[in-house]
């Protein structure tokens, strides 16, 4: 892993993600890149027109992006080299562009929002790039603290698994970490059979044999419940989900589980697409 690139918007919870993501690059001995996307305020008026300079709008977008990055420098024991970006752009667009270019390892985001608002809703720019990110990205929860991975959970529906499930990056990173990986499998409301049983059970034990996976069958109501009740169980370090297989992330991030998984469970989410 040698580039991290972490997007700000200068709230509390980004500036913990940048503080995560510094500590996580001084592990990989990696470089971040810290960007930041800002669009002018129109008058709303017969014609519109912007309210501010644009010259003044990105010098102060580089003034705040340099006082995020002193301060996360700051609380680092260990140099890394941290770059800035900041650009006039709309936020999706200009982030997936960036990434583009740079090709990052993972993109490592907090969660949008301030204090109640937060608890509430999954901010919509995080949920967003959650499914239009290519790229791995790590959703750190407000005030989560980097700490070494030691049991990473990978939430599994044992449905296409052949050709959904990033196998080498899971795999790098559980080898990384020298991490245990256990893989859960929710068989909510006694819907599904028992994955030993199953053609799609038995190739997710072959591909993950190598890396000692450790599998679980869990029994809730919800899939959501059943994420919680194991990863306060098995005291799990990192969640890996696959975000655009069955939509997985559309039943965790619903309002009334949010509390319970990232707010609760304190927990970084890592989304890999397949």
């Not at 960036?98 to 608002?117: A, E, R, T, Y």
Request: aromatic residues 10%; charged residues 20%; negative net charge.
């Amino acid at each position: 892993m040698k580039i991290i690139i972490v997007p700000v918007d200068f709230s509390t919870t980004s500036a913990n993600a940048a503080e995560f993501a510094g500590n996580l690059a001084a592990f990989y001995g990696a470089s971040i890149w810290l960007y930041h996307a800002y669009e002018i305020p129109i008058a709303l008026s017969e014609f519109a027109y912007p309210v501010v300079d644009i010259a003044e709008m990105q010098k102060a977008a580089e003034h705040e992006l340099e006082l995020v990055k002193q301060n996360t420098i700051g609380k680092l024991e260990r140099p890394i080299t941290i770059n800035t970006k900041a650009e006039m752009n709309v936020f999706q667009l200009g982030l997936n562009n960036f990434c583009d270019l740079m090709k990052p390892d993972i993109v490592v985001m907090g969660l949008s929002g301030k204090k109640n608002l937060a608890r509430l809703i999954v901010g919509s720019n995080t949920i967003k790039t959650v499914y239009s990110l290519v790229y791995p990205l790590l959703i750190v929860p407000p005030e989560a603290e980097f700490i070494p991975v030691r049991k990473i959970g990978f939430a599994c529906d044992y449905r296409q698994v052949g050709k959904s499930t990033p196998v080498a990056f899971l795999k790098r990173i559980v080898n990384d970490f020298h991490a245990e990986l256990h893989v859960l499998n929710v068989d909510h409301n006694n819907k599904n059979p028992d994955p030993v049983d199953i053609p799609e059970g038995y190739l997710i034990h072959d591909l993950l044999r190598d890396a000692k996976a450790e599998f679980h069958s869990i029994e809730a109501g919800e899939i959501t419940e059943g994420i919680n009740w194991f990863i306060d169980r098995s005291k799990l370090d990192w969640l890996v989900i696959i975000p655009k297989k069955h939509k997985l992330l559309e039943k965790i991030f619903k309002r009334s589980h949010t509390m319970k998984l990232v707010f609760h469970t304190h927990i970084p989410l890592l989304c890999i697409h397949e």
